[in-house]
């Protein structure tokens, strides 16, 4: 099923000039996977979701979330063992969270609480 999500993002990314290495790929598909199935409250991944979450792993990488120069060490602190990262070259881009959004609102299990 992951490797299904790895390659539909590889056929969107075809042709886009877009380079991501596998690990990386590996890595998102298996965090995106993981919090959709969070998001959805679901035990189960239908089918269908596995190109909703190509969709949105590709709009993630689009949005230049991933790129290389995206978070840089600001400073280190030794004794205290303190890293700080700049994050002012990672873009969040709310169309594509709303995107995001609307895909997965057609997977997602509600429950129903009932009062005693």
Do not use: H, W
Not at 62 to 72: D, I, M, P, R
């Amino acid at each position: 099923m992951k490797d299904d999500i790895k390659d539909y993002v590889n056929i969107l990314l075809d042709g886009t000039g877009i380079t991501i290495s596998d690990n990386r790929l590996s890595f998102l598909v298996d965090d995106f996977y993981d919090e959709i199935l969070v998001y959805c409250n679901r035990d189960d991944f239908p089918e269908q979701l596995e190109r909703v979450t190509a969709k949105i792993i590709f709009a993630y990488i689009q949005s230049g979330s991933t790129s290389s120069e995206g978070a840089k060490v600001s400073s280190i602190s030794e004794d205290g063992r303190t890293v700080n990262f700049d994050l002012s070259g990672i873009v969040v881009d709310e169309k594509n969270q709303i995107y995001a959004t609307q895909l997965l609102n057609r997977f997602k299990k509600l429950y129903r609480v009932e009062d005693n």
